[in-house]
């Protein structure tokens, strides 16, 4: 069993930056694909980055390619979103989540174990 906890969310401005921390406890997640989902109020739950467990493969949402970056630390058990150019449209509860499995997916059905979320508010 992998416990997940998201922090580092918050209120910034529109062009602005953060950055998303989700760390692991518990069975081990460096075999395990993540990914990170973000739900606005409303909207249902969606796709927004995921990575392999070794780092060669990442995929993202069109949405977000070429502001946000995806990264893991396996000997941290962490995984990074790091948001850049932030709009007000990115504004949700975004939510860190692992398969067990190597293959990145955008599916949230795929993934077996998920965080509580962290809030993140761009002002326009």
């Known amino acids: 069993q992998v416990q997940l906890v998201e922090s580092g969310g918050g209120l910034v401005q529109a062009g602005g930056s953060l950055r998303l921390f989700c760390v692991a406890s518990?069975?081990?997640?460096?075999?395990?694909?993540m990914g990170w989902f973000r739900q606005a109020p409303g909207k249902e739950r969606e796709f927004v980055a995921a990575i392999s467990w070794s780092s060669i493969s990442t995929s993202y949402a069109d949405s977000v390619k070429g502001r946000f970056t995806i990264l893991r630390d396996n000997a941290k058990n962490t995984v990074y979103l790091q948001m850049n150019r932030l709009k007000a449209e990115d504004t949700a509860v975004y939510y860190c989540a692992g398969r067990r499995g190597s293959t990145v997916v955008a599916g949230a059905f795929e993934y077996d174990y998920w965080g509580q979320g962290t809030q993140v508010t761009v002002s326009a």
């Open positions: 518990g069975r081990t997640f460096s075999r395990d694909a």
